[in-house]
Nanobody, 123 residues
Framework: QVQLVESGGGLVQAGGSLRLSCAASGRTFSSYAMGWFRQAPGKEREFVAAISWSGSTYYTDSVKGRFTISRDNAKNTVDLQMNSLKSEDTAVYYC?????????????????WGQGTQVTVSS
């Protein structure tokens, strides 16, 4: 069983930056693909970014060039650096992990989820 705990959310002005971090328990973290999703009020949860076990990354178009996902297998963490934040980035951000090496954008493919952390961008 893997437990995921997010941190780093908060309130920031448009154009600012935040760094989210996800700490994972479990000895097999290094072989897991990890992802970040977000859910805005009244909307479905959507894919943001993912990273494979080897470090390959993929981003949804709206965050390309602004967000960076990274992982530290020694520390069992995966981070999401968010720059040039916009009001439309406001959402609860969730860390997700899947017991497979390849990354995916599919919500249903992830086995483990954190509790979420709120990101609010004021315009």
């Amino acid at each position: 069983q893997v437990q995921l705990v997010e941190s780093g959310g908060g309130l920031v002005q448009a154009g600012g930056s935040l760094r989210l971090s996800c700490a994972a328990s479990g000895r097999t973290f290094s072989s897991y693909a990890m992802g970040w999703f977000r859910q805005a009020p009244g909307k479905e949860r959507e894919f943001v970014a993912a990273i494979s076990w080897s470090g390959s990354t993929y981003y949804t178009d709206s965050v390309k060039g602004r967000f960076t996902i990274s992982r530290d297998n020694a520390k069992n963490t995966v981070d999401l650096q968010m720059n040039s934040l916009k009001s439309e980035d406001t959402a609860v951000y969730y860390c997700a992990g899947r017991a497979a090496r390849a990354l995916t954008t599919l919500y249903s493919a992830y086995d483990y989820w954190g509790q979420g952390t709120q990101v609010t961008v004021s315009s």
